[in-house]
């Protein structure tokens, strides 16, 4: 958790949803997508 009280991965999605859908659109399936946010929950 970080100070906003919110897993990591999605504080950081919150604050960076444009970057991170192009990049989701761009570089990623969804399913690659949902593992790497998986790993980095767990990290």
């Given at each position: 958790?970080?100070?906003?009280?919110?897993?990591?991965?999605?504080?950081f999605?919150?604050?960076?949803?444009?970057?991170?859908q192009?990049?989701?659109?761009?570089?990623?399936s969804?399913?690659?997508?949902e593992?790497?946010?998986?790993?980095?929950?767990h990290?």
């Amino acid at each position: 958790m970080n100070d906003d009280g919110m897993p990591i991965p999605y504080s950081f999605m919150a604050r960076n949803t444009r970057e991170l859908q192009h990049y989701i659109n761009n570089e990623v399936s969804s399913n690659e997508y949902e593992q790497m946010a998986q790993s980095s929950i767990h990290c």
